[in-house]
């Protein structure tokens, strides 16, 4: 099963600017499927942060802002403030094996 | 507000199967999609499948088909998913979360707040 590449874990310091990559292939990112994002705080359900590339949901802040290119997407979080650790999820639609949605592994921030 | 509230934690045995509902509430039920997720201890969210809360069509990730089935209870609006021949490795929290049913290019908005299924003999 397709799935989408994450990097396991990224730093910065608050105040600092950080981008999480997403990298996907020729059956779901790079066919045209949307990307995106969620974030999940420890011991609570995901939340949608970004839909549909780069939009924010109601109540999101602007320092969160999504993009799309080719084959892969980015999350990038300025500002980064300590409330901003959690794990960090991108999910598409895949069209290879009769279609279904995908998820990346996930990627830990860390506010040091 | 859009709410979705999951049913609580299950202890279940090898190859039983489990049965966990998803209410909803705050929007029209047979308007959207239901899709089922789960998370495993240190693993990736992973997509199990979901239902047209309106005409009721399923479709199920090819990694459970046979074993999970997503049903939905529109006088209810609650969803249901259940999974049946259950091993160890199934021991996960698993997920409901709102779709669109017009495209495939889904977001999933809101999720329910998780149900733990444990596996042990």
């Known amino acids: 099963q397709s799935v989408l590449t994450q990097p396991p874990s990224v730093s910065g310091a608050p105040g600092q600017r950080v981008t999480i990559s997403c990298t996907g292939s020729?059956?779901?990112?790079?066919?045209?499927?949307?990307v995106h994002w969620y974030q999940q705080l420890p011991g609570t359900a995901p939340k949608l942060l970004i839909y549909?590339?780069?939009n924010r949901p109601s109540g999101v802040p602007d320092r969160f802002s999504g993009s799309k290119s080719g084959t892969s997407a980015s999350l990038a979080i300025a500002g980064l403030q300590a409330e901003d650790e959690a794990d960090y999820y991108c999910?598409?639609?895949?069209?290879?094996?009769?279609?279904?949605?995908?998820f990346g592994g996930g990627t830990k921030l860390t506010v040091l | 507000q859009v709410q979705l509230v999951q049913s609580g934690a299950e202890v279940k045995k090898p190859g039983a199967s489990v049965k966990v509902s998803c209410k909803a509430s705050?929007?029209?039920?047979?308007?959207?999609?239901m899709h089922w997720v789960r998370q495993a201890p240190g693993q990736r969210l992973e997509w199990m499948g979901w239902?047209?809360?309106?005409?009721?069509?399923?479709k199920y990730s090819q990694k459970f088909q046979g074993r999970v089935t997503i049903t939905g209870d529109t006088s209810a609006s609650t969803a249901y998913m259940e999974l049946s021949s259950l091993i160890s490795e199934d021991t996960a929290v698993y997920y409901c979360?709102?779709?669109?049913?017009?495209?495939?290019?889904?977001?999933?908005?809101?999720w329910g707040q998780g149900t733990l299924v444990t596996v042990s003999s």
């Open positions: 979360a709102r779709g669109r049913v017009a495209t495939v290019y889904n977001w999933f908005d809101p």
């Open positions: 705050g929007y029209t039920f047979t308007n959207y999609a």
């Open positions: 239902i047209n809360a309106g005409n009721g069509n399923t």
């Open positions: 020729s059956s779901n990112i790079g066919a045209g499927s949307d």
């Open positions: 549909g590339n780069s």
């Open positions: 999910q598409s639609y895949d069209s290879s094996l009769s279609g279904s949605w995908v």
